[in-house]
Protein backbone atom coordinates (compact mmCIF):
# COMPACT_ATOMS: atom_id res chain seq x y z
CA UNK A 1 0.00 0.00 0.00
CA UNK A 2 1.48 3.50 -1.02
CA UNK A 3 0.67 6.25 0.70
CA UNK A 4 0.29 9.82 -0.94
CA UNK A 5 0.47 13.15 0.64
CA UNK A 6 -1.37 15.97 -0.94
CA UNK A 7 -1.84 19.36 -1.23
CA UNK A 8 -2.96 21.70 -4.21
CA UNK A 9 -2.68 21.86 -7.64
CA UNK A 10 0.47 20.00 -7.70
CA UNK A 11 -0.21 17.47 -5.11
CA UNK A 12 -3.94 16.38 -7.34
CA UNK A 13 -2.26 15.92 -10.56
CA UNK A 14 0.58 13.36 -9.10
CA UNK A 15 -2.58 12.08 -7.44
CA UNK A 16 -4.18 11.14 -10.49
CA UNK A 17 -1.23 9.88 -12.10
CA UNK A 18 -0.55 7.30 -8.98
CA UNK A 19 -4.71 6.26 -9.14
CA UNK A 20 -4.07 5.53 -12.85
CA UNK A 21 -0.92 3.36 -12.08
CA UNK A 22 -2.30 1.63 -8.65
CA UNK A 23 -5.86 -0.36 -7.46
CA UNK A 24 -7.56 1.40 -4.79
CA UNK A 25 -5.92 -1.35 -2.45
CA UNK A 26 -2.14 -0.51 -3.32
CA UNK A 27 -2.84 3.75 -2.51
CA UNK A 28 -4.27 6.09 -0.50
CA UNK A 29 -4.24 9.88 -0.74
CA UNK A 30 -4.15 11.80 2.44
CA UNK A 31 -4.68 15.61 1.78
CA UNK A 32 -3.92 18.84 3.46
CA UNK A 33 -6.67 20.23 5.47
CA UNK A 34 -4.55 23.28 6.65
CA UNK A 35 -6.16 25.45 3.81
CA UNK A 36 -10.05 24.89 5.57
CA UNK A 37 -12.05 27.88 6.46
CA UNK A 38 -15.87 28.97 7.15
CA UNK A 39 -16.60 31.18 4.63
CA UNK A 40 -19.93 32.54 3.93
CA UNK A 41 -21.21 29.82 7.25
CA UNK A 42 -19.97 27.23 4.61
CA UNK A 43 -17.16 24.99 5.46
CA UNK A 44 -14.74 24.33 2.77
CA UNK A 45 -12.19 22.35 2.49
CA UNK A 46 -9.95 23.96 -0.79
CA UNK A 47 -7.21 21.16 -0.81
CA UNK A 48 -9.72 18.00 -0.69
CA UNK A 49 -11.83 19.46 -3.23
CA UNK A 50 -9.14 20.14 -5.48
CA UNK A 51 -8.42 16.44 -5.40
CA UNK A 52 -11.30 15.13 -5.48
CA UNK A 53 -12.64 17.15 -8.61
CA UNK A 54 -9.26 16.24 -10.16
CA UNK A 55 -8.93 12.30 -9.11
CA UNK A 56 -12.96 12.52 -10.63
CA UNK A 57 -11.55 14.52 -13.84
CA UNK A 58 -13.86 17.20 -13.40
CA UNK A 59 -11.66 19.63 -12.00
CA UNK A 60 -11.02 23.26 -13.55
CA UNK A 61 -7.79 22.62 -15.69
CA UNK A 62 -7.18 26.32 -15.54
CA UNK A 63 -7.39 27.56 -11.97
CA UNK A 64 -6.35 23.97 -10.58
CA UNK A 65 -8.90 24.42 -8.29
CA UNK A 66 -12.92 23.96 -8.24
CA UNK A 67 -15.19 22.61 -11.13
CA UNK A 68 -14.87 22.79 -15.12
CA UNK A 69 -17.60 24.37 -17.34
CA UNK A 70 -18.32 26.53 -14.19
CA UNK A 71 -21.17 29.26 -14.10
CA UNK A 72 -20.63 32.03 -11.59
CA UNK A 73 -24.75 33.34 -10.85
CA UNK A 74 -24.47 32.95 -7.08
CA UNK A 75 -20.91 35.14 -7.15
CA UNK A 76 -22.79 37.86 -9.08
CA UNK A 77 -26.10 37.61 -6.78
CA UNK A 78 -24.02 37.95 -3.64
CA UNK A 79 -21.96 40.86 -5.22
CA UNK A 80 -25.02 42.54 -5.61
CA UNK A 81 -26.16 42.41 -2.52
CA UNK A 82 -22.76 43.57 -0.98
CA UNK A 83 -21.50 39.79 -0.12
CA UNK A 84 -17.68 38.67 0.23
CA UNK A 85 -16.90 38.16 -3.24
CA UNK A 86 -13.20 37.76 -3.18
CA UNK A 87 -13.11 33.84 -2.36
CA UNK A 88 -14.94 32.58 -5.92
CA UNK A 89 -17.70 29.80 -5.17
CA UNK A 90 -19.08 28.43 -8.30
CA UNK A 91 -22.17 27.49 -8.98
CA UNK A 92 -21.71 23.53 -9.28
CA UNK A 93 -18.44 23.78 -6.57
CA UNK A 94 -20.96 25.46 -3.82
CA UNK A 95 -23.12 22.16 -4.00
CA UNK A 96 -20.11 20.57 -1.71
CA UNK A 97 -19.70 23.04 0.14
CA UNK A 98 -22.87 23.40 1.05
CA UNK A 99 -23.62 19.45 1.82
CA UNK A 100 -20.26 18.98 3.58
CA UNK A 101 -21.39 21.92 6.24
CA UNK A 102 -24.84 19.99 6.34
CA UNK A 103 -23.43 16.57 6.80
CA UNK A 104 -20.98 18.39 9.51
CA UNK A 105 -23.61 20.13 11.21
CA UNK A 106 -25.47 16.72 11.22
CA UNK A 107 -22.46 15.53 13.37
CA UNK A 108 -20.62 13.55 10.53
CA UNK A 109 -16.79 13.85 10.42
CA UNK A 110 -14.71 14.93 7.35
CA UNK A 111 -13.65 11.27 6.40
CA UNK A 112 -17.65 10.70 6.52
CA UNK A 113 -18.38 13.69 4.06
CA UNK A 114 -14.75 13.04 1.93
CA UNK A 115 -15.74 9.37 1.79
CA UNK A 116 -19.67 10.03 0.97
CA UNK A 117 -18.66 12.85 -1.93
CA UNK A 118 -15.87 11.08 -3.17
CA UNK A 119 -18.28 7.68 -3.61
CA UNK A 120 -20.42 9.95 -5.46
CA UNK A 121 -18.09 11.48 -7.50
CA UNK A 122 -17.05 7.58 -8.67
CA UNK A 123 -13.58 7.85 -6.82
CA UNK A 124 -12.56 4.36 -6.08
CA UNK A 125 -9.28 4.94 -4.13
CA UNK A 126 -9.38 6.27 -0.39
CA UNK A 127 -9.46 10.52 -0.12
CA UNK A 128 -8.36 10.84 3.43
CA UNK A 129 -8.15 13.95 5.08
CA UNK A 130 -4.50 14.20 7.40
CA UNK A 131 -7.14 14.64 10.67
CA UNK A 132 -10.57 15.37 11.18
CA UNK A 133 -9.69 17.82 13.49
CA UNK A 134 -9.91 21.35 13.08
CA UNK A 135 -6.46 22.28 11.53
CA UNK A 136 -5.87 25.69 10.47
CA UNK A 137 -2.85 27.08 8.76
CA UNK A 138 -1.86 30.93 10.17
CA UNK A 139 0.85 32.65 8.20
CA UNK A 140 3.15 34.93 9.76
CA UNK A 141 4.05 38.20 7.18
CA UNK A 142 5.74 41.76 7.42
CA UNK A 143 2.06 42.81 7.84
CA UNK A 144 0.86 40.26 10.86
CA UNK A 145 -0.19 37.44 11.14
CA UNK A 146 -3.02 36.26 8.30
CA UNK A 147 -5.21 33.21 8.03
CA UNK A 148 -4.48 31.40 5.16
CA UNK A 149 -7.08 32.13 2.75
CA UNK A 150 -6.69 36.04 3.55
CA UNK A 151 -2.88 35.25 2.70
CA UNK A 152 -3.33 32.93 -0.19
CA UNK A 153 -6.58 34.81 -2.30
CA UNK A 154 -7.49 37.79 -0.48
CA UNK A 155 -3.54 39.19 -0.51
CA UNK A 156 -2.66 37.12 -3.10
CA UNK A 157 0.78 35.97 -1.86
CA UNK A 158 1.69 39.38 -2.02
CA UNK A 159 3.23 39.54 1.86
CA UNK A 160 6.19 38.60 2.66
CA UNK A 161 6.26 35.39 5.03
CA UNK A 162 8.04 34.95 8.18
CA UNK A 163 6.95 31.55 8.97
CA UNK A 164 3.94 29.68 9.43
CA UNK A 165 1.81 27.97 12.61
CA UNK A 166 -1.01 25.14 12.23
CA UNK A 167 -3.49 25.68 15.14
CA UNK A 168 -4.64 22.64 16.59
CA UNK A 169 -2.64 20.58 15.03
CA UNK A 170 -0.85 19.61 18.55
CA UNK A 171 -3.65 17.87 19.93
CA UNK A 172 -4.84 16.99 16.22
CA UNK A 173 -4.87 13.03 15.49
CA UNK A 174 -4.45 11.17 12.20
CA UNK A 175 -8.03 10.74 10.53
CA UNK A 176 -9.12 6.92 11.30
CA UNK A 177 -8.95 4.98 8.29
CA UNK A 178 -4.71 6.86 8.34
CA UNK A 179 -4.26 5.47 11.74
CA UNK A 180 -5.47 2.31 10.92
CA UNK A 181 -3.15 2.16 7.69
CA UNK A 182 -0.56 3.13 10.14
CA UNK A 183 -1.17 0.56 12.34
CA UNK A 184 -1.59 -1.83 9.60
CA UNK A 185 2.29 -2.55 8.69
CA UNK A 186 0.86 -2.84 5.08
CA UNK A 187 2.24 0.70 3.91
CA UNK A 188 5.02 -0.05 1.68
CA UNK A 189 6.01 3.18 0.57
CA UNK A 190 5.27 6.94 1.04
CA UNK A 191 4.95 9.27 -1.87
CA UNK A 192 5.45 13.31 -0.96
CA UNK A 193 3.16 14.58 -4.12
CA UNK A 194 4.85 17.77 -5.67
CA UNK A 195 2.70 20.16 -3.41
CA UNK A 196 4.26 23.52 -1.05
CA UNK A 197 6.50 22.15 1.64
CA UNK A 198 5.30 25.05 3.85
CA UNK A 199 1.29 25.37 3.52
CA UNK A 200 0.53 22.19 2.35
CA UNK A 201 2.71 19.28 3.33
CA UNK A 202 4.14 20.91 6.49
CA UNK A 203 0.59 20.88 8.40
CA UNK A 204 0.25 17.04 7.38
CA UNK A 205 3.47 16.43 8.98
CA UNK A 206 2.62 19.17 12.23
CA UNK A 207 -0.53 15.95 13.16
CA UNK A 208 1.94 14.56 15.91
CA UNK A 209 0.94 10.93 15.33
CA UNK A 210 2.16 10.76 11.68
CA UNK A 211 5.19 12.66 12.17
CA UNK A 212 6.47 10.38 15.02
CA UNK A 213 5.41 7.61 12.06
CA UNK A 214 7.25 8.60 9.11
CA UNK A 215 10.11 9.52 11.97
CA UNK A 216 9.88 5.03 12.88
CA UNK A 217 9.25 4.13 9.79
CA UNK A 218 10.08 1.02 7.83
CA UNK A 219 9.46 2.24 4.49
CA UNK A 220 10.96 4.47 2.08
CA UNK A 221 9.42 8.05 1.65
CA UNK A 222 9.78 9.68 -2.02
CA UNK A 223 9.23 12.87 -2.46
CA UNK A 224 8.76 14.73 -6.17
CA UNK A 225 10.31 18.05 -6.13
CA UNK A 226 7.99 20.84 -6.26
CA UNK A 227 10.22 23.19 -7.46
CA UNK A 228 12.11 22.81 -11.16
CA UNK A 229 14.57 25.15 -11.89
CA UNK A 230 14.28 27.55 -8.93
CA UNK A 231 10.80 28.30 -9.50
CA UNK A 232 7.26 26.85 -8.41
CA UNK A 233 5.01 25.11 -11.42
CA UNK A 234 2.01 27.16 -9.37
CA UNK A 235 2.02 28.72 -6.13
CA UNK A 236 4.40 30.66 -3.85
CA UNK A 237 6.41 28.22 -2.59
CA UNK A 238 9.98 29.38 -4.40
CA UNK A 239 9.02 32.98 -3.31
CA UNK A 240 8.62 31.40 0.14
CA UNK A 241 11.90 29.96 0.00
CA UNK A 242 13.36 33.15 -1.27
CA UNK A 243 11.59 35.10 2.08
CA UNK A 244 12.74 32.18 4.27
CA UNK A 245 16.08 33.00 3.24
CA UNK A 246 16.29 29.47 2.39
CA UNK A 247 17.92 28.31 -0.99
CA UNK A 248 14.88 28.31 -3.54
CA UNK A 249 16.09 25.05 -5.72
CA UNK A 250 15.23 21.14 -5.21
CA UNK A 251 18.93 21.29 -3.32
CA UNK A 252 16.85 23.68 -0.89
CA UNK A 253 13.94 21.52 -0.84
CA UNK A 254 16.07 18.54 -0.09
CA UNK A 255 17.57 20.26 2.65
CA UNK A 256 14.41 21.33 4.06
CA UNK A 257 12.84 17.99 4.44
CA UNK A 258 16.02 16.23 5.77
CA UNK A 259 15.93 12.62 6.68
CA UNK A 260 12.06 12.62 5.90
CA UNK A 261 12.71 11.95 2.92
CA UNK A 262 15.05 8.93 1.83
CA UNK A 263 14.41 9.51 -2.14
CA UNK A 264 13.94 12.81 -4.76
CA UNK A 265 12.39 12.56 -7.66
CA UNK A 266 13.68 15.68 -9.53
CA UNK A 267 13.28 17.32 -13.18
CA UNK A 268 15.80 17.34 -16.04
CA UNK A 269 16.22 20.60 -15.55
CA UNK A 270 17.86 20.21 -12.42
CA UNK A 271 20.49 17.33 -13.10
CA UNK A 272 23.51 19.77 -12.34
CA UNK A 273 21.86 19.01 -8.37
CA UNK A 274 21.72 15.31 -8.60
CA UNK A 275 25.20 14.69 -6.70
CA UNK A 276 24.31 17.52 -4.05
CA UNK A 277 21.06 15.96 -3.25
CA UNK A 278 22.99 12.42 -2.90
CA UNK A 279 26.12 14.31 -1.03
CA UNK A 280 23.08 14.27 1.82
CA UNK A 281 22.50 10.96 1.21
CA UNK A 282 19.33 10.98 -0.04
CA UNK A 283 18.99 8.76 -3.53
CA UNK A 284 17.77 11.10 -6.39
CA UNK A 285 15.79 9.74 -9.60
CA UNK A 286 15.59 12.65 -12.86
CA UNK A 287 13.22 12.40 -15.00
CA UNK A 288 10.47 14.98 -16.37
CA UNK A 289 8.52 15.71 -13.99
CA UNK A 290 6.28 18.50 -15.14
CA UNK A 291 2.35 16.85 -15.47
CA UNK A 292 1.13 19.26 -18.66
CA UNK A 293 -1.34 16.32 -18.96
CA UNK A 294 -3.01 12.99 -17.36
CA UNK A 295 -0.60 10.54 -19.59
CA UNK A 296 2.72 13.01 -18.13
CA UNK A 297 1.22 12.60 -15.27
CA UNK A 298 0.49 8.73 -15.09
CA UNK A 299 4.32 8.25 -16.08
CA UNK A 300 5.66 10.13 -13.38
CA UNK A 301 3.72 7.66 -11.06
CA UNK A 302 4.94 4.76 -12.85
CA UNK A 303 8.59 5.86 -12.55
CA UNK A 304 7.45 7.40 -9.02
CA UNK A 305 5.99 3.71 -7.81
CA UNK A 306 8.83 1.70 -9.57
CA UNK A 307 11.69 4.23 -7.87
CA UNK A 308 9.68 3.51 -4.12
CA UNK A 309 9.44 -0.43 -4.77
CA UNK A 310 13.60 0.22 -5.22
CA UNK A 311 14.09 2.08 -2.76
CA UNK A 312 12.00 -0.24 -0.23
CA UNK A 313 14.33 -3.33 -1.13
CA UNK A 314 17.45 -1.54 0.32
CA UNK A 315 15.18 -0.03 3.62
CA UNK A 316 17.13 -1.89 6.16
N1 LIG B 1 -7.93 30.34 -5.14
C1 LIG B 1 -7.86 31.63 -5.62
O1 LIG B 1 -6.75 32.09 -5.91
N2 LIG B 1 -8.98 32.38 -5.80
C2 LIG B 1 -10.22 31.94 -5.50
O2 LIG B 1 -11.21 32.66 -5.65
C3 LIG B 1 -10.34 30.58 -5.01
C4 LIG B 1 -11.59 30.02 -4.73
C5 LIG B 1 -11.63 28.66 -4.34
C6 LIG B 1 -12.87 28.03 -4.13
C7 LIG B 1 -12.92 26.69 -3.75
C8 LIG B 1 -11.73 25.98 -3.57
O3 LIG B 1 -11.78 24.66 -3.23
C9 LIG B 1 -10.48 26.57 -3.79
C10 LIG B 1 -10.43 27.92 -4.17
N3 LIG B 1 -9.20 28.54 -4.39
C11 LIG B 1 -9.14 29.83 -4.85
C12 LIG B 1 -7.92 27.82 -4.15
C13 LIG B 1 -7.68 27.82 -2.66
O4 LIG B 1 -7.25 29.09 -2.23
C14 LIG B 1 -6.63 26.77 -2.21
O5 LIG B 1 -6.46 26.87 -0.86
C15 LIG B 1 -5.32 26.91 -2.97
O6 LIG B 1 -5.50 26.12 -4.09
C16 LIG B 1 -4.11 26.41 -2.19
O7 LIG B 1 -4.22 25.05 -1.97
Redesign the pocket.
Given at each position: MIVALA???GGARLAVGLAAVLPPSQLSVVVNTG?DFEHLGLH?S??L??VMYTLAGVNNPKT???RADERWQFMAALKALGGADW???GDR?LAVHVLRTQAMRAGLTLSEVTADLAQRFGIRHALLPMTDAPVRTRVRTAQGELAF?DY??RERCRPRVQGFRFVGSRSATPAPALRKLMRSGKVTGLVICPSNPFV?VAPILAVPAIRAWLRQRDFPVVAVSPIVGGAALK?PAAKMMRELKLDASAAGIARHYGRLVDGWVIDRADAKLQSAIETMGRRVLVTDTIMRDRRKSTTLAREVVGFTRLLAKEFK
Open positions: GGVDVPDDTGWGFNLDQFVSG
